[in-house]
């Protein structure tokens, strides 16, 4: 009997390791899927909802969280997706001021988070010990802004106005862009701001419109950055308009209509997959990403977002991989550690957005490889 119910215990045992070894990647998802920020966040979603069933080979579990395009939502799902669903990674949130928002809870949770917003802050400088678990899909604002600028410098841009958003997306840009605009002799004659949630920005236009500038940068995303563009279009502005790639969604251009015609924008590869040479590096992931999320949603349907979220699915592949292969269980401390480890080691990984190459001094990864120029032609996001 003894010996039966020893072997029983051994047996139980054995069985208990090998679920544990089996355990299930668990993935959080925060997302911006309501309020302002929906038109970013219902791509992400889309995709999500398209992501295989598996992260290196391991059986994966996605929970997927609203924040509502609100920060301190965005922290209070973090918190409940690290403290409750014990998972390993966090991908999201989808909005510059939510994803700076979750810093101190992924590091106080030491859990890894990918986020889908673009301000560089949310990962430098990544010695910082909150950055440390920091990681993000979208091109940092600098690599973009250098694409606007060099195409205002070429078309003969001498003054241009500025309007961003009033929180950390604005911000960023403005010190991104100005510092390379005045390199390049432009000069920036006026600087306004304005909230995601105004309904009329008509003083900011008038401002702008008095300045006489040769071209205005509207520094916002989603559909909120339209505001801007149809005020100054109707009072008249004949200037160029450029956006940032936070535009780059079917909303911006069915509701903008013959308004945004001819905006000029930096974007991902991903975006203007089908216009893309041949011979650039991203076009074939690119452009197999494109068609097979346009398959699902529609024709034109593909946006900068979209592409991130499914960048994001392929980056943890292979860190989870990676991960694994230490012998670390998901679900453990030491795993995620060793996915932290993961994501920090990736080179040469081509996604519809780019090229990553990560490393301890780059949390984000990308090069001009990650850029090109659209232009919105009879009503089509295009390459410029």
């Keep these: 009997m003894r010996v039966s119910f020893l072997r029983g215990v051994l047996a139980a045992a054995l069985l208990a390791a090998a679920a544990a070894a089996r355990a299930d990647i668990t993935v959080g998802v925060d997302l911006a899927t309501t309020g302002p920020a929906a038109a970013i966040g219902i791509p992400s ?28 939502q965005a922290v209070a799902n973090a918190r409940k997706l690290i403290a409750e669903q014990k998972i ?21 949770g030491a859990t890894p988070m990918v986020a889908l917003a673009a301000n ?3 990962v430098e400088p990544p010695g910082d010990g909150r950055r440390r678990w920091a990681f993000k899909m979208p091109q940092n604002d600098s690599l973009m802004a250098g694409a606007i600028v060099s195409h205002m410098a070429a078309a003969g841009v001498r003054t241009v106005g500025f309007i961003g958003f009033a929180d950390s997306y604005g911000e960023s840009w403005w010190k991104e862009f100005s510092p ?55 009072r008249g502005y004949r200037g160029k308009l450029y956006q940032t790639h936070g535009i780059a969604t079917p909303e911006f251009l069915r509701l903008g209509g013959k308004t945004v015609e001819g905006t000029l924008f930096p974007t991902g590869p991903g975006v203007v997959a089908r216009d893309l040479p ?8 690119a452009l197999a990403f494109a068609e ?61 957005n780019g090229v990553l190459n990560i490393s301890a001094a780059d949390h984000q990864g990308f090069d001009e490889r990650a850029r090109v120029m659209g232009i919105v032609r009879a009503g089509r996001f295009r390459y410029e």
């Design 180 to 234: 390379l605009a005045a390199k390049a002799g432009i000069k920036v004659v006026a600087n306004e701001r304005y909230n995601r949630t105004d309904t009329s920005v008509a003083g900011q236009a008038l401002k702008l419109m008095a300045a006489r500038p040769d071209a205005v940068l509207v520094a916002g995303a989603a559909t909120p950055a339209l505001l801007p563009q149809k005020a100054l279009a109707e």
């Design 292 to 352: 097979r999320y346009e398959a699902r949603f529609g024709t034109g349907s593909i946006t900068q977002f979209a592409g991130d979220a499914w960048g994001a699915w392929m980056l943890l592949d292979g860190a989870a991989r990676r991960a694994l292969a230490t012998g670390a269980r998901p679900g453990t401390p030491a795993f995620r550690a060793a996915l932290r480890d993961a994501l920090e080691s990736t080179r040469g990984l081509i996604v519809p």
């Design 120 to 122: 560089a802050t949310i």
């Design 278 to 285: 041949d011979t650039h590096p991203v076009k074939k992931v």
């Design 88 to 108: 390993d990674v966090l991908v999201g949130p989808n909005t510059a001021p939510a994803a700076l928002a979750v810093l101190d809870a992924i590091a106080e």
């Design 45 to 72: 979603k889309n995709v999500v909802l398209m992501w295989p069933p598996t992260l290196g080979g391991q059986k994966a579990r996605y929970v997927v969280l609203d924040d509502g395009s609100d920060p301190t």
